[in-house]
């Protein structure tokens, strides 16, 4: 799958493509030997690949960054300032969707344009179109790929709704414009001086963006009943078949307004099926509207994850993020048993100043860091802190042993969990 959505990208005139997936090196190995125009490199972390993928759309090259739309959210620092800057070559934002973390809400929150595809010609059409939007209005464009696309899947369902000539497949020219970076402090500075400016002229381009999506191809209509469901997945066109109306948006942000309000209207009652209100919430009139009657999976609470006695938090809003989670948890009930997870990786990305701070602030609470190769570096790196109290664990099982620890304890142990 990363093999054909790399290849999509460098037929589409992708001069570089930066990736953390390791897997995806022996396809980008080849496609550098048959493209002579292309180029890739493999990335530490996500917002390390994001900002060297910017940086050459800022030199007015065509660039794309690989990322599964977990890591996407690793990434949100210079996310949401590039949407500011903007980019003056074509820059797109891959995210395979590999577990149930969507991608979607990052589009609104961002004020990036987002568009789902979730086969083979959709992802097609899809960097095609994408690339088009973003040289024209100078922004990043976000696609979510769904993690299996079945060519002959997509193509059969998609025959029901309107139909969507294919993007052919092409070679790309050897010969591109060379690099090129036009100095405007302005523009790329965006300090809080030309912030305004930037953030009117953001607003304005995604209006324009609005209207533009009205007419993409990948968005499908097909009306059959009075009662019709808006949804993002390709999938609910085979399972509605003939029981419903059914409206599949591609572009999720911005909403194509005109196209959504004139499906409502057609409408005695509609149903919004996605995994996050994305949709939803740019529905001004939502009158008719029942949200997420089938996938409301976005209003349910999980039970708390426990484990040996503690309550474990994990990396949820972002890399490391547990250990400031868990020193806050800790500030707020200190009685609270609690068990912080991540992983080497994530420890090296931004688990050292969370570190510090918890240190610092004296809080107590076990961290369990997952390793690989690294657990000589993070010792080393805890000694630097004047931070002895580590162990080794062979397996998971052993954490139990630390559930009573009233100090501060890092615990080391090779895998997942």
């Known amino acids: 799958m990363h093999e054909e959505i790399t290849r999509v ?47 050459c759309a800022y030199a007015s090259c065509r660039s794309a960054c690989l990322l599964s739309s977990e890591g996407l959210y690793e990434a949100l620092d210079p996310i949401m300032s590039s949407a500011y800057t903007g ?49 024209k209005y100078e922004t990043p464009v976000i696609i979510q790929a769904a993690p299996e696309m079945s060519e002959e899947r997509g193509s059969r369902i998609e025959e029901r709704a309107s139909a969507s000539p294919n993007a052919e497949r092409r ?43 009205e007419e993409y191809k990948g968005n499908h209509v097909a009306v059959t009943t009075q009662t019709g469901v808006i949804t993002d997945k390709l999938s609910s066109l085979e399972f509605y078949d003939e029981d419903g109306s059914i409206l599949r948006l591609a572009t999720l942000y911005p909403l194509p307004d005109k196209l959504v309000s004139g499906f409502i209207d057609r409408m005695d009652i509609i149903f919004v099926e996605e995994g996050y209100p994305v949709i939803e919430l740019q529905i001004a009139d939502r009158s008719k509207v029942r949200a ?38 800790k500030k707020l009930e200190p009685g609270k048993k609690v068990l912080a997870i991540t992983y080497e990786d994530y420890f090296f990305h931004s688990g050292m100043p969370a570190f510090v701070n918890t240190l610092y602030n004296n809080s107590s609470f076990v961290l ?27 397996s998971a099982s052993e954490i139990e042993r630390f559930k009573d620890a009233d100090a501060l304890t890092v615990l080391f142990c090779r895998g997942i969990m």
Not at 21 to 37: A, S, T, Y
């Open 292 to 329: 997420n009657k089938i996938g409301d999976s976005y209003g349910r609470e999980k039970p708390e994850e426990m484990m040996h006695g503690m309550h474990v938090v994990r990396d949820k809003l972002g890399p490391a993020s547990s250990i400031n989670m868990a020193h806050g948890i």
């Open 9 to 55: 990208l460098v037929e589409n005139g992708a001069r570089m493509i930066y990736a953390v997936n390791k897997g995806v090196e022996k396809g980008l190995q080849l496609l550098r030997d048959e493209f002579p125009h292309f180029d890739y490199e493999l990335c530490t972390n996500e917002k390390i690949a994001y900002e060297q993928a910017l940086s």
């Open 368 to 394: 369990l860091v997952m390793t690989n190769r690294r657990e000589d570096e993070l010792k080393g790196v805890l000694r630097g802190f004047g931070f002895e109290n580590c162990h080794h664990l062979e």
């Open 171 to 213: 070679t790309p020219n050897a010969e591109r414009s060379s690099a090129r970076f036009i100095k405007d402090p302005n523009r790329w500075a965006a300090t809080p001086q030309f912030r305004y400016r930037l953030h009117r002229q953001l607003n304005e381009k995604i209006e324009k963006i609005r209207k533009e999506f």
């Open 87 to 135: 980019t003056a070559g074509g820059f797109l934002v891959i995210c395979v969707q590999e577990n149930d973390v969507l991608a979607t809400p990052v589009g609104p929150f961002a004020k990036l344009p987002f568009i789902v595809a979730d086969s083979i010609d959709a992802l097609r059409s899809a960097v095609e179109y994408g690339y088009t939007i973003s040289e």
